[in-house]
């Protein structure tokens, strides 16, 4: 059953894969042609593509599930897929509503990467501890799952709005903003390749350290420590010696990811600025040629509107009913509690700024970016860094 | 202050941008605009109007939307400072906190310490902050709530035409016979759930006006929230304690006015089996995994009759096992598993001896929780405990003293009496270790062994005001589905010589309302009305 699992994960993971180049092919094909009232063939391989990684998705779930006798909800892999396929759903959803290919093409990527993170993370079934022991654990963390995806498909719509409307013809402060967010995207990529890398080549070295309570202990590294930990010696002989070394109070191990991740981003970034020639925003922007801005500033605006009572009750409503029963307290100041806040106070300014102030267009564009970096901060750097009563998440 | 009065003899109060009745605006700069600000329906909003005195300005203050999002902004930076290191509550009791901040983070972890934000949540500021956007929800939701019920209320069917000129969706149609019917349209519209009110032959078509009341409804959840919030300071609405309860003890609740007692009768551990089939691979990887943990009680009620300064008498109330999870609930109270210390020393044994014979003249077993302060052997025999040191150690002194209540270290000072001693002799005993005062004793304490029992570390709660947070986030999120998943429009059609006008407003998605409109004028002849936004931007 673990094995059917993974492998309908797997399969899931090509389909969205080669659903990609269909929903370009889409786009293509509207070139020079009127708006087409309905959407082409290519649009409908593409989406029919979706809708069965999507299913074999749900399968993978469905078997987990199964297989582990808990929802598949309780660790940081299991979660972040959950969220990639909540996201394929969301953007069915809108698809069906607007009709619109190019959001698939913004979309799925980012849910594919998601996904793709997610495999990162230790995969194998795991017990749950007794504070998970809970029928609320499948409703809080599906509902949070839910709601953040619907949102994050705002951000796959600002995205289009700001790549169209964006002038690429000079340098200027909006168009180094829509690189970051790019280089951003490029340094998933470029962690995905290194881990993916290394774990290939089997990669261990194992050091001896003083942490920060003077304690000795070891730490196993799976990539060449460019950082090493605080008076770290090497174990083995013939590995990688650490460039410099952090104090105590710093993960050395996850920095030395961080930095590993972003010199793989950096290259790749490189590498695809000197392929193109051209900023990545420039050249995506040909993309969007036959969208019209005023659609995907709705789209975005009703994702977030759709999305925001969602999370709402999953992150706070339902997350303060389980801490409750569980923690004894509905809400305990606890890292991933405040944060939740923090998203849900952001999303209500964006929605009062753009209710009442008319913030409209490009500058919803880029709260909805900013949003969506608020929920990848919670979901990376909450889970792995600062942890908290979540930590289990982190493992 | 005086009433404006529209040219269609509507009286508007003091302050009103468009006529509630008619729609035409009535302040010159409107009339010269493109399109009108739809927002509120250009009622007369007092904070608009009024800014002479200084609740004028107060009230200004905090009704402007913008004052609110400084007031989310700011508070969502101040939350995610308190993120940057653990809170005080959170932070392992090793130390004090002045100085396990600055032992942890250095210099970055004192200055964090020294702002005070390893307490943000509950520093006067904070509340400040929380206070203010509380105000902020009553003003601004009072400031508009009240003139827009009044417009819409108020609205007529017949709007004026500088009013629909105005509006985002307009069209014109030229028609031969104004009087052609529009019954199509309205069959369609009827389908389409609108409400429809007809006047002189024209229509106003209008449908999910409630969604309107979304963010009041909202507001009004999140302030009942706060109030919630404020009601906890109030005391005897929120009890936060502890009941460490030993296995076999018996305990009064603490809180409860002496009025209920727990009895504790096993708390048990559970882990992962190793080899289980499924998770074999995680536990391989990660070590134990508790699987449960669980304290069997038995809850008692003091009885009535009892008297006081006797001894309780005690009516069963239920048995339970608490869990993780699964707190034992009773009149308000919970009692929830949060911690356990296992195998803490309970009882200690030793045989009264004769050093050189190694004869033993009896065993006594001492309740470390309660010693008695003589055992009888028979014949002559008994130990007398003269000191008792639940927590041994040598103070600064070099006395001998306690540093606590709970037996993790016990020592003894026994005074032996035997037949041939009948004033005994002292010896010292604590673990590993005895000491004779005088170093000749005939008798030793022997140690016997020792018992142990599991303690289970509870959670006293009581909380009265939980239904209010409960209303409040029901209020909540009803107010924010109405706003989000409903849409207030409405759509007008008027007869005008040899013309149909047509007009259509939403307070969101256009782009439906747009849809909605084509497909209610197919077939009527009238053309789908322009989108003069859109326009705009093509240009």
């Known amino acids: 059953m673990a094995n059917l699992s993974s492998n309908l994960l797997f399969a899931a993971f090509i389909l969205y894969l080669v659903a990609i180049p269909f929903f370009g092919g889409a786009i293509k094909q509207k070139n020079g042609s009127k708006e087409q009232k309905s959407p082409n063939k290519w649009a409908n391989i593409a989406i029919f593509l979706t809708i069965i990684g999507f299913i074999a998705q749900l399968g993978y779930f469905i078997t987990r599930w199964m297989a582990a006798g808990h929802a598949p909800l309780s660790n940081l892999f299991e979660y972040t897929t959950f969220f990639g396929m909540c996201l394929v759903a969301a953007f069915i959803l809108i698809y069906f509503l607007y009709k619109t290919p190019i959001l698939g093409l913004f979309v799925l990527p980012v849910a594919l990467l998601i996904i793709a993170y997610a495999s990162m993370f230790p995969r194998e079934l795991s017990p749950l501890i007794p504070a998970l022991q809970s029928y609320w654990l499948q409703i809080h963390v599906s509902t949070v799952a839910l709601g953040e995806a619907i949102l994050a498909v705002s951000f796959g719509a600002a995205l289009i709005y700001l790549v169209k409307s964006v002038d690429q013809s000079k340098r200027s402060k909006k168009t180094v903003w829509l690189e970051v967010v790019m280089f951003s995207i490029v340094s998933v990529i470029g962690f995905i390749v290194v881990t993916t890398t290394f774990s290939l080549m089997d990669y261990k070295a194992t050091y001896n350290w003083i942490d920060k309570n003077q304690i000795e202990s070891t730490l196993e590294y799976n990539m060449p420590a460019l950082v090493g930990p605080h008076q770290g010696e090497l174990v083995e002989t013939g590995k990688f010696e650490p460039i410099i070394e952090v104090p105590a109070i710093v993960n050395a191990k996850k920095l030395n990811t961080v930095i590993w991740s972003l010199l793989a981003g950096v290259l790749l970034y490189l590498l695809i600025r000197l392929i193109l020639r051209k900023r990545i925003g420039a050249a995506l922007q040909p993309l969007t040629k036959n969208i019209k801005l005023d659609l995907v500033d709705e789209i975005s605006y009703r994702s977030v509107l759709i999305g925001f009572p969602v999370f709402t009750l999953g992150g706070l409503v339902f997350a303060m009913i389980w801490a409750q029963i569980a923690w004894t307290r509905f809400w305990g100041w606890d890292p991933k509690e405040v944060w939740a806040l923090i998203t849900w106070l952001f999303y209500a300014a964006f929605l009062h700024l753009r209710l009442s102030k008319g913030w409209h267009g490009e500058k919803s564009a880029w709260l909805a970016v900013i949003g969506f970096a608020i929920i990848m901060f919670n979901l990376i750097a909450v889970n792995l860094v600062i942890a908290g009563l979540h930590s289990y998440a982190g493992s | ?539």
């Open chain 2, 1 to 539: 202050m005086k009433e404006v009065k529209c040219e269609c003899g509507h009286v508007n109060p003091h302050g009103t941008v468009l006529c509630e009745s008619c729609g035409i605006p009535l302040i010159e700069e409107k009339t010269r605009e493109k399109l009108l600000d739809m927002r509120y329906e250009g009622s007369a909003r007092r904070s608009q109007t009024y800014n002479k005195t200084i609740i004028d300005k107060i009230w200004n203050f905090f009704s402007s939307v913008k004052v609110g999002v400084w007031l989310i902004v700011i508070t969502l930076i101040a939350s995610a400072l308190g993120t940057i290191f653990p809170q005080e509550m959170y932070i392992p009791p090793v130390m004090p906190a002045v100085e396990y901040y600055e032992d942890q983070y250095g210099w970055l972890g004192k200055m964090y310490y020294e702002l005070g934000f390893h307490n943000l949540y509950s520093s006067w500021w904070y509340l400040v902050l929380i206070a203010s956007i509380g105000i902020s929800l009553v003003i601004c939701s009072l400031d508009r709530v009240v003139p827009l019920y009044r417009a819409l209320k108020k609205q007529r069917v017949t709007r004026h035409e500088s009013f629909l000129k105005r509006q985002r969706l307009f069209g014109i149609t030229q028609v031969e016979n104004k009087d052609i019917p529009f019954d199509g349209v309205i069959e369609n519209l009827k389908k389409k759930r609108y409400s429809i009110r007809e006047e002189n032959g024209n229509i106003l078509a209008e449908k999910g006006r409630f969604s309107r009341w979304g963010p009041y409804v909202n507001h009004v959840g999140l302030i009942i929230f706060l109030i919630g919030g404020m009601l906890r300071f109030v005391p005897g609405m929120y009890i936060d304690d502890v009941l460490w309860i030993r296995e076999g003890e018996t305990k009064v609740i603490p809180e409860t006015n002496g009025q209920y007692y727990l009895e504790n009768k096993e708390f048990t551990l559970e882990v992962y089996d190793k080899d289980h089939e499924v998770f074999d691979e995680a536990l391989s990887n990660s070590g134990m995994v508790a699987k449960n943990y669980q304290s069997d009680v038995v809850l008692y009620k003091r009885a009535d009759n009892s008297v006081a300064g006797e001894e309780a008498k005690l009516d069963q109330v239920k048995e339970f096992s608490i869990r993780v999870n699964e707190p034992l609930k009773f009149e308000g109270y919970a009692l929830y598993q949060v911690e356990y210390k296992l195998d803490e020393l309970s009882t200690m044994s030793f045989h009264l001896t004769n050093k050189e014979t190694n004869e033993q003249f009896g065993k006594i077993s001492v309740d470390l929780n309660e010693p008695e302060t003589k055992y009888d052997l028979g014949n002559g025999y008994s130990v007398e405990v003269m000191s008792y040191f639940p927590d041994f150690e040598f103070n600064s002194e070099g006395q001998p003293a306690t540093k606590s209540r709970i037996p993790n270290n016990p020592a003894f000072v026994f005074n032996m009496i035997t037949p041939d001693k009948p004033d005994g002799e002292i010896s010292f005993v604590a673990i590993q270790q005895t000491i004779e005062p005088f170093e000749d004793n005939e008798y030793k304490m022997a140690f016997a062994g020792i018992e142990t029992k599991d303690v289970s570390g509870l959670t006293v709660r009581k909380d009265l005001t939980l239904w209010i947070f409960a209303v409040g986030g029901f209020l909540f999120m009803v107010g924010v589905a109405q706003g989000a998943y409903w849409n207030h429009r409405r759509i007008w059609i008027q007869r005008r010589d040899q013309e149909i006008w047509i007009a259509g407003h939403t307070n969101k998605n256009w782009h439906g309302i747009k849809r909605e409109i084509k497909e209610i004028l197919e077939g009527s002849g009238i053309n789908e009305p322009d989108d003069l936004i859109k326009e705009t931007e093509d240009k």
